[in-house]
């Protein structure tokens, strides 16, 4: 499937797991309300706990990380910098 791109969306959350694939990392976000947001992004000094704020660019369904042996069933392409507080 194609990438979604759209209006840049902005989330919130804390960084649940963080998986590093070369020059990448994907975080695993949780927001507020609970629910979980893969996110990929460049590599990032964010560790696992922290507060964040996340800027989505584009969004895929059903990506394949051949690196990673893995399938996201949702995966978000953006920005998780430090939650400005």
Known sequence: ???????????????????????YCYFRVVQPQGSSLWVATLRSPIAVGADVDVTIFARRETFDSPRLSRRFTHLAFGRVAPAKN
Do not use: C, K, N, Y
């Open 1 to 23: 499937m194609p990438f979604q791109i759209g209006a840049t969306e902005h989330d919130h959350g804390v960084v649940a797991e963080r998986l590093d694939v070369g020059s």
